[in-house]
């Protein structure tokens, strides 16, 4: 089954203590993407990835690390984690062929931070 | 950065009736997509219109477009207690063959009331 998953689904943790979120997808999509949900504000990207080894910054990536080694993961760094970065966040990919295609979500992280 | 913007915020309707959203956006689109959440969880892909289309079909969903205007419209005709979720436009910009994903709205909130 084609799929974005994320783990963990559920955080709690403490402002300052590094944390890191996994996503992997299936579908050998090269472009993969960070998103923060907060009430009010929509989906704000923080981070993409065009292939691997190739990363950028998006609308919000204040606070936040991303790494593609491998082609399936992007994982998503808080080095240093405050209250501010309690959202939901969701991982998402495509193919990336420059024509119209649409983006697989993951089921989503609830991160709290205390 | 903000991109498309959903109109109404918020929607409740009767089962039955048809749901209409919409969406305005900036910038020169490539495409323009709808997704549905529902509560807490991933975003899943409805349909998707080009920028050189004017209206598309799928099941009970219409969506038109206005390149002009920059505005779309979802319609959802004979509405369902499951429709109830919250619904988003996402604007693929034509960014030159750039890879800075789709900009997300913030969303209309469906209730359909039985």
């Known amino acids: 089954e084609a799929q974005v998953t994320q783990n963990p689904r559920y955080l709690i943790t403490v402002t300052g203590k590094k944390l890191t979120v996994t996503c992997s997808q299936n579908?050998?999509?090269?472009?993969m993407s960070w998103y923060r949900q907060d009430p009010g504000l929509g989906l704000r990207q923080i981070y993409y990835s065009m292939n691997v080894e190739v990363t950028d910054k998006g609308d919000v990536p204040e606070g936040y690390k991303v790494s593609r080694k491998e082609k399936r993961n992007f994982p998503l760094i808080l080095e240093s984690p405050s209250p501010n970065q309690t959202s939901l966040y969701f991982c998402?990919?495509?193919?990336?062929?420059?024509?119209?295609?649409?983006?697989?979500f993951g089921p989503g992280t609830r991160l709290t931070v205390l | 950065s903000q991109q498309g913007e959903e109109d109404p915020q918020a929607l409740s309707i009767q089962e039955g009736e048809n749901a209409t959203m919409n969406c305005s956006y900036k910038?020169?689109?490539?495409?323009l997509q709808w997704y549905r959440q529902n509560s807490g969880r991933g975003l899943v892909h409805l349909i998707l219109?080009?920028?050189?289309?004017r209206e598309k079909h799928s099941g009970r969903l219409r969506v038109t477009l206005d390149t002009s205007k920059k505005s779309s419209s979802l319609l959802i005709t004979a509405s369902r207690a499951a429709d109830t979720a919250s619904y988003f436009c996402a604007t693929d910009q034509d960014s030159g063959g750039g890879a800075d994903g789709l900009t997300f709205g913030k969303g209309t909130h469906l209730i359909i009331q039985p």
């Open positions: 219109i080009r920028s050189n289309e």
């Open positions: 998402a990919s495509r193919a990336f062929s420059g024509g119209a295609v649409e983006q697989f």
């Open positions: 910038t020169s689109i490539n495409n």
């Open positions: 579908m050998n999509h090269e472009y």
